[in-house]
């Protein structure tokens, strides 16, 4: 029994670290090949925890070797456009013009249902308002709206807005997050100035977020 | 680009570890092999020479190496057989049995066995 539990914390430290190993990347949209890979490995990772006849390199090697391989793959990618093509497809147009590409819709094993209900999914419910639609090569779908059918924007309006980045969080539960506070070059002692003109101390703030034209939000710690 | 060099120094150990225990592998079954010669040609002189006893009692230890190294590479129930196999070979040697030396040479073939299994020749990969 102490054999399986040992063998199920080395492999979950094995997998998080292959997951970690593969990017980012990895966590959000699959490519082919990484759907692939996170398939085959968590199959092989049960093999070596269930049975304890097999040696547990049977399970790390493979593990480690398909990741491994995956990543030096999308690195070979990233170089060669061709490359790229054969192991991850190309993305393929289905609407142009406003006009549906039936044929391509049929090679891509799509219905009409499949593409309504992806583009209800983006909040169009009326076909003819697209001007644009593509199928990525993870399979998700992105669509350009026509022109007279887009959202306004202070642009269209003439209204001049100033470009800010997104207020970050700079201290979390009374601890100050010195990487955001470098992203902001601010030092510490700028941030416990701000605490101060909101009447606390650094340590008494639950949440701060801060952005890049000095606008401040402090949520103080409850009974402080 | 950290990643890919990562990857590739992982996957140059993987290699070289394969090709280590390979030799390896291959060194402890030449060993092995010596001291089944030994027991067999002692045996075929005289089956009842107490030199056997000595070596069998070393066979036994040597394997006991061997299986501990081997372990993390291969199926314990391939070991198991082999395993077996040593562990039989001091009784029926003192109950002057015929099977002493087939038993012998079961251990040869089974330990061969594994040794061309592991090796990455077509058949074994396919």
């Known amino acids: 029994m102490l054999i399986i539990f040992f063998r199920a914390i080395i492999?979950?430290?094995?997998?998080?670290?292959?997951?970690?190993?593969?990017?980012?990347?990895?966590?959000?949209?699959?490519?082919?090949?990484?759907?692939?890979?996170?398939?085959?490995?968590?199959?092989?990772?049960?093999?070596?925890?269930?049975?304890?006849?097999?040696?547990?390199?049977?399970?790390?090697?493979?593990?480690?070797?398909?990741?491994?391989?995956?990543?030096?793959?999308?690195?070979?990618?990233?170089?060669?456009?061709?490359?790229?093509?054969?192991?991850?497809?190309?993305?393929?147009?289905?609407?142009?013009?406003?006009?549906?590409?039936?044929?391509?819709?049929?090679?891509?094993?799509?219905?009409?249902?499949?593409?309504?209900?992806?583009?209800?999914?983006?909040?169009?419910?009326?076909?003819?308002?697209?001007?644009?639609?593509?199928?990525?090569?993870?399979?998700?779908?992105?669509?350009?709206?026509?022109?007279?059918?887009?959202?306004?924007?202070?642009?269209?309006?003439?209204?001049?807005?100033?470009?800010?980045?997104?207020?970050?969080?700079?201290?979390?539960?009374?601890?100050?997050?010195?990487s955001n506070t470098d992203f902001l070059q601010l030092k510490p002692k700028d941030i416990e100035k701000i605490c101060l003109h909101n009447k606390c101390t650094p340590s008494e703030v639950f949440l701060m977020t801060l952005d890049g034209s000095g606008n401040s939000i402090i949520i103080k710690e409850n009974g402080k | 680009m950290k990643r890919v060099k990562l990857c590739v120094l992982i996957i140059f150990m993987i290699i070289s570890m394969s090709i280590y225990t390979l030799y390896t592998l291959g060194k402890r079954n030449i060993e092995l092999y010596k001291y089944l010669d030994q027991i067999k040609q002692i045996y075929l002189a005289d089956k009842n020479d107490q030199r056997i006893e000595p070596l069998l009692a070393e066979l036994g230890g040597y394997w006991r190496d061997?299986?501990?190294?081997?372990?993390?590479?291969?199926?314990?129930?391939?070991?198991?057989?082999?395993?077996?196999?040593?562990?039989?070979?001091?009784?029926?040697?003192?109950?002057?049995?015929?099977?002493?030396?087939s038993e012998i040479e079961s251990i040869r073939y089974q330990t061969a066995l594994l040794y061309d299994n592991e090796f990455p020749n077509l058949h074994s990969i396919i």
């Open chain 1, 11 to 178: 492999l979950y430290a094995l997998v998080i670290f292959a997951i970690r190993l593969m990017g980012k990347r990895q966590l959000g949209e699959l490519q082919p090949s990484e759907l692939v890979i996170t398939i085959l490995v968590s199959n092989i990772a049960t093999l070596p925890i269930e049975d304890i006849n097999l040696p547990m390199t049977t399970g790390i090697i493979p593990i480690l070797t398909l990741v491994c391989v995956d990543v030096i793959m999308s690195a070979i990618t990233l170089k060669s456009r061709k490359f790229r093509r054969i192991i991850c497809g190309s993305p393929k147009v289905i609407i142009s013009h406003g006009k549906v590409d039936q044929t391509q819709l049929d090679r891509l094993r799509m219905s009409n249902d499949d593409l309504l209900a992806v583009l209800r999914g983006q909040d169009i419910f009326d076909i003819s308002q697209v001007q644009f639609a593509i199928m990525e090569t993870t399979g998700s779908i992105s669509v350009m709206k026509k022109q007279s059918q887009d959202t306004l924007t202070p642009q269209d309006l003439n209204i001049q807005k100033e470009d800010t980045d997104p207020p970050i969080v700079v201290i979390e539960k009374g601890k100050i997050i010195k």
């Open chain 2, 66 to 101: 061997y299986y501990v190294n081997i372990s993390f590479l291969i199926q314990s129930s391939q070991l198991g057989d082999i395993s077996d196999s040593v562990a039989r070979l001091y009784p029926l040697w003192q109950s002057d049995c015929d099977e002493f030396l």
